[in-house]
């Protein structure tokens, strides 16, 4: 009886795997291509010397939220609109929630630099820079 559910759970994996190949295949192709870009984005980063800025830049991004479509009816009109939302604000275009958010991305990079010293000491295990 086992042998019969193992053949079993054999058999489906196979058919799965027939029927899903392609799409198992693609992903990981997507996935490779992606690696061997920031393998050669890391090469070119060596002999930039502000890679460190779009690197926090990134690392940054990465933190903040998105910005959000919210559909609701004007106060004055009545009418449907669109409205912006970034960190529970409501903008009225798109141009003032992504100002907001470039804020925002700023001031958390620019946190980082402030703690930078701070974390430098400690992995260097004194209280000196150099």
Request: charged share 30%.
């Amino acid at each position: 009886m086992q042998d019969l559910l193992t053949i079993t759970a054999v058999l489906i994996g196979g058919i799965l795997l027939y029927r899903y190949h392609r799409a198992i295949l693609n992903a990981l192709g997507r996935f490779d291509a992606r690696n061997i870009e920031r393998r050669k984005q890391e090469i070119r980063d060596r002999y930039d010397p502000l890679a460190h800025f779009r690197h926090t830049f990134g690392v940054a991004e990465e933190q903040v939220e998105e910005i959000s479509e919210v559909a609701m009816s004007d106060d004055r009109t009545g009418q449907p609109v669109t409205r912006y939302v970034f960190e529970g604000e409501m903008f009225a275009t798109r141009g003032e929630a992504e100002k907001a958010r470039a804020q925002s991305i700023g001031q958390k990079a620019r946190g980082f630099y402030a703690e930078l010293p701070t974390a430098l000491r400690a992995r260097r295990g004194d209280d000196k820079l150099n």
